[in-house]
């Protein structure tokens, strides 16, 4: 069999659900996309804001380098952002590439964190809340409403 451990280590999950409606009166319709991603190993890594070549911990080395991979890219795109980059590397990662559309100008973003009150959990919680005064600091931008169409 498997070892179902290794597979949530190294696995990105992104599930996109795409949304249209109609104002039944106007019929305006207008469209959108939610996307929920739960990003490999982010809750395994003492620090995601550290790099994977910085990381010597509970798991080897090379496991962490490979797991990490898409944290750090995605860290790279969040500096870009923060800096206002020209250049955002997007492409360094299949997961930032994936999520271009939802990191740009008229996108909005929630992020969620899972904490723990469990003192064995406070390394996560903290990281966890670290990353995501990180992405606080990025500026999307104002979300625009995507319209699809009019009755005339």
């Known amino acids: 069999g498997?070892?179902?451990?290794?597979?949530?280590?190294?696995?990105?999950?992104?599930?996109?659900i795409h949304i249209q409606s109609t104002n039944i009166a106007t019929g305006v319709g207008t469209e959108g996309r939610l996307q929920f991603v739960d990003m490999a190993s982010s809750d395994i890594m003492p620090n995601p804001l550290m790099k994977s070549s910085e990381y010597r911990g509970c798991v080897d080395g090379d496991?962490?380098?490979?797991?990490?991979?898409?944290?750090?890219?995605?860290?790279?795109?969040?500096?870009a952002r923060c800096q206002f980059d020209r250049s955002v590397p997007y492409r360094n990662s299949t997961l930032t590439h994936l999520l271009r559309d939802s990191l740009e100008a008229d996108a909005k973003v929630l992020l969620l964190c899972c904490v723990s009150s469990d003192e064995a959990?406070?390394?996560n919680t903290l990281s966890a809340l670290r990353f995501a005064s990180r992405m606080q600091s990025?500026?999307?931008g104002k979300a625009t409403k995507h319209i699809i169409g009019s009755k005339e």
Request: glycine content about 2%; overall charge negative; aromatic content about 8%.
């Open 63 to 79: 496991l962490a380098k490979f797991s990490n991979k898409s944290i750090d890219a995605f860290n790279d795109v969040v500096d």
């Open 121 to 123: 959990d406070m390394d």
């Open 138 to 140: 990025v500026s999307i």
């Open 2 to 16: 498997s070892d179902l451990g290794s597979y949530e280590r190294n696995s990105n999950v992104i599930t996109t």
